[in-house]
């Protein structure tokens, strides 16, 4: 799963609205939705903040391919 899927699964999951999100996030509702359309990546301090926000692991939301 994707970064950007992860983010929608995780808010919802929270029973969060992307406005609610982005408060906390100290981010605009926009930028929230581009999270997860996939256009734009949170920076590194902001994935920090979704893992106290959504209580997880930062490995919980990225993913690191492994060439074979």
């Known amino acids: 799963m994707e970064l950007k ?3 929608k699964e995780l808010r919802i999951k929270n029973c969060m609205t992307q406005d609610q999100l982005a408060e906390r996030l ?6 929230v939705s581009k999270y997860e ?3 734009n990546e949170p ?4 994935l920090k903040e979704m893992c ?6 930062i490995d919980d ?3 690191i391919d ?3």
């Not at 100290?26 to 930028?31: A, E, G």
């Not at 920076?43 to 902001?46: A, D, F, H, K, L």
């Open 43 to 46: 920076s590194i301090e902001v």
């Open 5 to 7: 899927d992860k983010i």
């Open 61 to 63: 939301l990225i993913t």
């Open 26 to 31: 100290n981010v605009s509702r926009q930028t």
């Open 66 to 68: 492994n060439p074979v």
């Open 52 to 57: 106290v926000i959504f209580d997880c692991k």
């Open 37 to 39: 359309l996939g256009i």
